[in-house]
């Protein structure tokens, strides 16, 4: 199982979160919950409509304590930060330093993907990346989740049984055998452990 | 020999830097500094495409075979895009940059990086919806031949055309946009006068040189695919390229500014749109010497060697 503290080792550097339908008010409140020292940096892809998709990150930075930004092409990957792709590109981690962004085609119909996120932060992070799924009316994300179990990540989904929007979690879970299985309280409480570790 | 153990994708690391050796020695494409990430996940398509369990499968293909080599570099290097994509930036070109482009006397743009030709018929309903066509020299470049010649053709399927027309209304514009189309069946093809209006020509920014002096040039999304080193030299290359005072237009998330040494060249004068304006004159760091061809003496890119 993963997620073991590493005496004096930083064990978890990345955590990528990526959610569509539903979803942002678990990831608010998970972000929210997180502390103002929280060590590791936050990448998050989600789904929205045209027009909100660009007030993502202020309505993040709102309620996290956490400084939130919109990824520009090439931007270092601190810990602490949290960053939210830019509306219709693909944000990809280029290596354990950098993101990067493409306007290659849409994965099952949008952009960004929440499969080229973690497939790519999966191949940058392997073991130190904490790859979690939220709710959502798309099952893009379970090949990512896969992809990330694979490669040793932390895997946590949102239980399909706490989102009206289970197409995500049902997708993720016929994919991949995850580590957690959890609701809001219980991924707040995984990560905030994790945290400890890093 | 320690045996040790890889994982898997470490090794297709290596055998992405075989490929695109066997790439550039064999045809002269130089792919190596694009950036990993991307390059990975449409190399990974290819092995999929060709149904080959390991890329480096494609290495003896594409040394023998010139038909892979050329759906390796079309699948390496075909840019998407749509017609008037990210409205406001359209709105912005059309309210700000073209009246001052306006002032110019002759008005050279250069669209570095244009695919199947979506963006550079957009920028041609601009430039004719604001009455600068027949002032206006609009070149056209890309790497990549077939695409090209696709957008040379200016034929793409009507499916996207309802989203075209959305993004059109949405970036101001003034006309009818079907009105540039001729319906073909499940084709939509630009009107005949729009077409001659633009020249095409290979280019790679790679390797080429540059050709004329802009007064604007248009290279969105493209600098996203280089790295550091490649993303350098494209705006030296740009910077040399544009009049001072001249417009340089970049994708909506790109940034050149922070790291770059020919970025200290421009200034941004909005940073929602990302129009860069050239203020100071160009550093030849690293530069050995300048050439400036003719257009219609491009060397063709990658075909050199």
């Keep these: 199982m993963p997620g073991g503290c590493m005496s004096g080792g930083s064990m978890y550097k990345l955590l990528a979160i990526g959610f569509s339908a539903g979803g942002m008010p678990l990831a608010s409140g998970i972000l929210a919950a997180l502390p103002g020292d929280y060590p590791l940096a936050i990448a998050i892809v989600t789904h929205l409509p045209a027009g909100q998709d660009s007030v993502l990150a202020e309505m ?10 919109m990824v520009i ?7 602490g930060h949290v960053y939210v792709a830019p509306p219709d590109y693909h944000l990809l981690v280029e290596n354990r330093d950098r993101f990067a962004l493409s306007i290659d085609a849409p994965v099952l119909s949008v952009r960004p993907s929440i499969d080229v996120l973690l497939e790519t932060a999966a191949e940058a992070f392997e073991d130190s990346l904490i790859a979690l799924t939220l709710s959502g009316a798309n099952s893009d994300g379970a090949c990512g989740m896969a992809r990330a179990h694979e490669l040793g990540a932390m895997t946590i989904a949102l239980s399909p049984l706490k989102t009206d ?27 905030c452990a994790a945290g400890e570790c890093a | 020999m320690a045996v040790i153990k890889w994982r898997n994708h470490h090794l297709e690391d290596i055998e992405i830097a075989l490929l695109l050796e066997a790439m550039k020695a064999r045809y002269g494409y130089d792919f190596s500094n694009y ?11 290819l092995r999929d495409y060709f149904d080959v369990p390991h890329l480096s499968h494609l290495i003896p293909s594409l040394l023998y075979d010139e038909r892979v080599a050329q759906v390796i570099i079309n699948n390496i290097s075909v840019l998407a895009s749509d017609f008037f994509r990210d409205p406001p930036v359209w709105r912005y070109l059309r309210d700000e940059i073209l009246p001052r482009l306006a002032t110019f006397p ?4 250069w669209q570095a990086g244009c695919g199947r030709g979506q963006e550079t018929y957009s920028l041609l309903i ?13 070149v056209a470049t890309d790497i990549n031949v077939s695409a090209m010649d696709e957008a040379r053709a200016g034929r793409w399927s009507a499916r996207d055309l309802d989203r075209w027309r959305t993004s059109y209304l949405a970036a101001g514009g003034q006309g009818h946009f079907d009105d540039y189309f001729q319906r073909e069946g499940d084709t939509v093809m630009m009107v005949e006068h729009l077409r001659q209006k633009v020249e095409f020509n290979q280019h790679n920014l790679v390797t ?25 030299r494209v705006l030296e290359l740009f910077g040399r390229s544009l009049q001072r005072g001249g417009y340089l237009l970049l994708g909506r998330a790109e940034n050149v500014l922070q790291s770059s040494l020919a970025g200290r060249c421009f200034q941004k004068i909005d940073a929602g749109c990302n129009v860069l304006r050239r203020t100071a004159e160009v550093a030849h760091a690293g530069v050995a ?9 491009l060397h063709v890119g990658g075909q050199h060697v």
Excluded: W
């Design chain 2, 289 to 297: 010497h300048v050439e400036v061809a003719h257009a219609g003496g």
């Design chain 2, 126 to 138: 601009l430039l004719h919806e604001c009455g600068l066509l027949d002032k206006t020299r609009l």
């Design chain 1, 165 to 191: 929007f289970r197409t995500l979690p049902d997708a993720v879970l016929a994919a991949v055998d995850v580590d957690y299985i959890a609701d809001q309280d219980e991924i707040i409480a995984l990560l």
């Design chain 1, 60 to 69: 993040l930075d709102r309620v996290s304590s956490l400084p939130v930004a």
């Design chain 1, 73 to 79: 092409d090439k931007t270092p990957i601190q810990p």
């Design chain 2, 35 to 45: 950036a990993h990430a991307s390059l990975k996940r449409r190399l990974k398509q």
């Design chain 2, 208 to 232: 080429d040189e540059v050709f004329m002096e802009a007064q604007f040039i248009v290279c969105r999304n493209v600098l996203i695919y280089f790295d550091d080193t490649l993303q350098e």
């Design chain 2, 106 to 109: 002759r008005i050279n743009i």
